[in-house]
């Protein structure tokens, strides 16, 4: 007989919205998974039990009150959906997993949390993060690391690790995360799960940490392509003062909707070469993307190689601008000295850039943005670029985090990811699908990538290699 953790986040909603489940029972269970199960894992830095009681007790008696009314409830009603802790929760911690932060209580939501309790989900807690999401990894120094539930000596990537371990574990359905330069990609691919890295502007990051770069984005991790692209469905929508906002769907079209349409005929380009001079890509994962191409090539779709120039002006725009965002982010003068080697070194580098050359890197960005736009992605090119999501099967916990010399860890955090900041760059849509597993059998992703504003496109294709090769009833051991 399956558990309530063996249903994708749909059936839940359906159970619920039929009276078959109630949210309350399945709170209780996911709570006690989180109970029993998560000091091993590192997936939540805080947990809120009584919250959760309280926002499940208020689902049921809503999908209660719409039964009897007949009227229809969000997609998600009644479902759990943890948060990142990057992300404010009025009345709940958000340590950001700094140190600094540890007692740092918001008053006001997030525009993504507003939409989260708008649609009725619940909140079992806060995902782990590394410190401001900055690395490849969630380790910090106020939880225990996350760790990817296919190997527990591994580290289940970042920036949001926690996000990924939980739904990998069955601690919860679904799972709002957030992408900077991977941050939603890199842990679907070391956990096993499907993640989407949205359009820029697709999902505000208002009202009062709004990321001028554009780098970054929140977006959902599933293990199925249909829940994510509903989590993505509840989390879209530009909010008043964004600085972005990308194209929406025409008139009573959803992102779900397109997990059940065929994707159609489609040009893609394969890519197995790093974007990033001097890396080298694993044999793991050069086999997962062409194994995947040529199950693309097998569904009717037309795949050619590609190769683009290793560039360095790109990478150094990036550096740049990762670090002026590690420095912007609001520390207290006392918490200075609570912070990470990591942190520090990229905050010092990021006091250093000067405006001219951050206004030059954002150029930069919005030139490699034309570029593929124009020369590579336009009307009648490619539909979609594939490619390994990383240069490496997921890495064990400690192998990437170098606190004596934190250069030489940032380089080693662009060696193992070396494709997944270039959409970051870009603003176009990203998604890893977890069509691989190594001899070892270890989850290796591979990347989809489209143009900007069309996450319909990389769902619809991501539900057509989910259906010939599914991959949701693949579990871990301690599933």
Known sequence: MADLHDLTALEQAQGIRSGELSPVELTEHYLARIERLDDTLGAFLTRTPDLARKQAT???????????????????????????????????RCTMGSRALADHVPTVDDHVVG????????????????????????????????RTPWDLARSAGGSSGGAAAAVAAGLAPV??????????????????????????????????????????????????????????????????????AAPALPTGETFAEHARRDPGRLRIAC?????????????????????TAALLTGLGHEVEELSLPADDGILLAFTRVWSVLAASRPVPPEGEELLMPLTRYLRDRGAEVSGTDFARSMYAFRMLSQSLADGLMPPGGYDVILSPTLAAPPAEVGALRNDADPQAEFAAIGAFSPFTALYNATGQPAVSVPVQWNAEGLPIGVMLAGRYGDEATLIALSAQLEQARPWAGRTPSMW
């Open 58 to 92: 208020d689902a049921e008696s809503e999908a209660t009150a719409a039964r009897r009314e007949g009227r229809e409830l969000p997609p998600l009603h009644g479902v759990p959906v943890p948060v990142k802790d990057l992300n404010q929760v009025a009345g709940v």
């Open 115 to 146: 939409k989260l309790r708008t649609g009725g989900t619940i909140l079992l807690g806060k995902t782990n993060t590394p410190e401001f999401g900055l690395p490849c990894y969630t380790e910090n120094e106020l939880a225990p690391p996350a």
């Open 175 to 244: 799972a709002q995360a957030t992408d900077g330069g991977g941050s939603i990609r890199i842990p679907a691919s070391v956990c096993g799960l499907f993640g989407i890295k949205p359009s820029r502007g697709r999902i505000s990051g208002g009202p009062l940490l709004h990321d001028i770069s554009g780098l970054a984005t929140s977006g959902p991790l599933a293990r199925t392509v249909a829940d994510a692209a509903t989590l993505l469905d509840v989390l879209a929508g530009a909010m008043p003062g964004d600085p972005f």
């Open 271 to 291: 890519l197995t070469e790093a974007p990033v001079p001097g890396t080298e890509v694993h044999a793991d994962c050069r086999t997962a993307t062409t194994d």
